[in-house]
Each structure stands twice: as structure tokens, then as C-alpha cells.
């Protein structure tokens, strides 16, 4: 089994920045791709920034030039370094891996608050 762990959220003015982190553990041979999901209130999941496991990233275009995800394979860890915050950023953020493990399987973190309010 296979869990992420979620951490780095929190309350941010405007204008601030946060850096999520979530750490895969268990059985684990490799991690494919992996990414950032968010939700707000009455909101759908909607991917905010993938990277895959030879470095190549998407963004949402709400969140192009201001956030920035990356990776540390040998740590199983992935961040995103959200800058230039907005209200509309406030969210729950979930991370998102495809993981090799005891076989192939998808996993999503438990989700980390992020509010951005003044």
C-alpha cells in the first residue's frame, strides 16, 4: 500500500506565497506522473500542475508564471511553490500520483487547506 502525504498549507494574504509538499511512502519501485489537484467550495477538481517522471510539466492557465511544481525522485516527494497568491487560490489541494509499486496504481493525498484572505 501506498500512501501521500500532504503537508504546507495554510492562511496567506494576498500576494504571499506557500510551498506544498507531499511525500509518497510504502512499496514503491517508481512514481509515472504526479501532480496537484484543487477544489474549491461548490467547485469541481480541476488540475492545477502535473509533471511527469522525466521532468516535463503542465500548468492550469490561471496559475501560469506564479506557481511552479517539481519533483524529488529519490525522496518520492513532489512540491509546488505557489507565489503571487490570489483569493481565488483558496482551496483544498490534493496531490495526485501514478505509482509502481505491488503493481500500477493511481493515489490521491487527504488534501491540505489553503486560504488565501486578508
Known amino acids: 500500500q501506498v500512501q501521500l502525504v500532504e503537508s504546507g498549507g495554510g492562511l496567506v494574504q494576498p500576494g504571499g506565497s506557500l510551498r506544498l509538499s507531499c511525500a509518497a511512502s510504502?512499496?514503491?519501485?517508481?512514481?509515472?506522473?504526479t501532480g496537484w489537484y484543487r477544489q474549491a467550495p461548490g467547485k469541481q477538481r480541476e488540475l492545477v500542475a502535473g509533471?511527469?517522471?522525466?521532468?516535463?510539466?503542465n500548468y492550469a492557465d490561471s496559475v501560469k508564471g506564479r506557481f511552479t511544481i517539481s519533483r524529488d525522485n529519490a525522496k518520492n516527494t513532489v512540491y509546488l511553490q505557489m507565489n503571487s497568491l490570489k483569493p481565488e487560490d483558496t482551496a483544498v489541494y490534493y496531490c495526485?500520483?501514478?505509482?509502481?509499486?505491488?503493481?500500477?496504481?493511481?493515489?490521491w493525498g487527504q488534501g491540505t487547506q489553503v486560504t488565501v484572505s486578508s
Open positions: 495526485n500520483a501514478d505509482v509502481l509499486g505491488i503493481g500500477r496504481k493511481d493515489y
Open positions: 510504502g512499496i514503491i519501485f517508481s512514481i509515472k506522473a
Open positions: 509533471i511527469t517522471s522525466g521532468g516535463s510539466t
